[in-house]
Nanobody, 122 residues
Framework: QVQLVESGGGLVQAGGSLRLSCAAS????????MGWFRRTPGREREFVASITWRLSMTYYAESVKGRFTISRDNAKNTVHLQMSGLKPEDTAVYYC???????????????WGQGTQVTVSS
């Protein structure tokens, strides 16, 4: 049974940093494209970042490029999202996902975590 468990969300002031983690079980993160998406009330799920299983290529949404970094800890079977320079518009529930392809289309990800709330105050 595949499980993706996010952690690390919370409340932070604008300009601050957070690191999200996604601990995987039932799958090996080096064998899947791993992605982070986010959702705010009334909006569609939005791509944030992803890392491919092959060559570990990384992709970012334009809105987070230069501020967020996705990485993978193979030994811990975990994926991280380091977020810096946070803005109020980054406030959302952040979801970790695993898929056989991608990198930015959420419909191509088969497994999803429950999400972790990130709130950025101005």
């Amino acid at each position: 049974q595949v499980q993706l468990v996010e952690s690390g969300g919370g409340l932070v002031q604008a300009g601050g940093s957070l690191r999200l983690s996604c601990a995987a079980s039932g799958l090996t993160v080096t064998q899947y494209n791993m992605g982070w998406f986010r959702r705010t009330p009334g909006r569609e799920r939005e791509f944030v970042a992803s890392i491919t299983w092959r060559l570990s290529m990384t992709y970012y949404a334009e809105s987070v490029k230069g501020r967020f970094t996705i990485s993978r800890d193979n030994a811990k079977n975990t994926v991280h999202l380091q977020m810096s320079g946070l803005k109020p518009e980054d406030t959302a529930v952040y979801y970790c996902a695993a898929g056989s392809s991608g990198p930015a289309n959420p419909s191509l990800y088969q497994s999803w975590g429950q999400g972790t709330q990130v709130t950025v105050s101005s």
